[in-house]
């Protein structure tokens, strides 16, 4: 982690009173803005805060036994597995190196998915993140994200893009690579494990060499 680094929780101070999308302010626990390392060469992208997450303030957290609908914690298993998650952090406070978590919309509404107007609203938060983070890999976890960030950071189109086609793949971005992974509740084992041997592929090549980054 950075040493200039002060907090592994919304680290760039982004705004936690946020009213800019009224419909999800009635209905959210909290904002929950991105977490992890500012000097990540790895950024994963979700759709929405778990029930979990909206609870805690941290992406991708576990969700509750009664919502059977949101991410499990199969992430942070993943990025124990990868080395880039201690296996002995607190489950509600992880501790992460390399990597950065956050979300499309940082507000959840427990009953539906964020509308495109709400993805576009919390866009700014997201490209503020991208550009401070500069990664030089990005997980779209889910068809929402990979559709989103393709669309926006790759010369791919919507109708080029299939969560399932894609899933442990390599697509060229503009300056990154994206690496799609299906969401983590739709996973099997074995594609588990597909996107696991294609990711540490990627890491084990010379990943940086496009921007010319230094060793950490």
């Excluded at 909290?30 to 929405?48: I, K, N, P, S, T």
């Excluded at 991708?60 to 499990?72: G, Y």
């Excluded at 189109?157 to 992974?181: K, N, Q």
């Amino acid at each position: 982690m950075d040493a200039n680094q002060l907090s592994t929780s919304n680290p760039f101070g982004m705004d936690e009173g946020c009213t800019n999308c009224p419909n999800l302010c009635e209905q959210r626990t909290q904002v929950v803005h991105g977490y992890g390392d500012v000097a990540a060469d790895f950024l994963f992208v979700g759709e929405r805060p778990s029930s979990q997450a909206d609870a805690v303030g941290i992406p991708f957290l576990a969700a509750t036994p009664s919502d059977e609908t949101d991410h499990d914690n199969g992430l942070f298993r993943i990025l124990q597995r990868l080395g880039l998650c201690a296996r002995d952090s607190d489950p509600d406070a992880p501790e992460l190196t390399n990597v950065y978590l956050t979300n499309l919309t940082r507000c959840r509404d427990p009953e539906r998915s964020p509308s495109d107007e709400e993805i576009e609203t919390c866009e700014p938060y997201l490209n503020a993140e991208i550009r401070m983070i500069n990664p030089e890999i990005i997980v779209p976890v889910g068809a929402r994200a990979l559709e989103e960030i393709a669309t926006e950071y790759t010369t791919k189109r919507a109708s080029d893009l299939d969560i399932e086609r894609h899933h442990a793949t390599t697509i060229r971005g503009r300056g990154f690579e994206l690496v799609p992974m299906l969401e983590i509740d739709r996973q099997t084992e074995e594609q588990t494990q597909q996107w696991l041997e294609h990711f540490v592929e990627l890491m084990a090549s010379d990943y940086r060499q496009t921007k010319g980054r230094q060793e950490r």
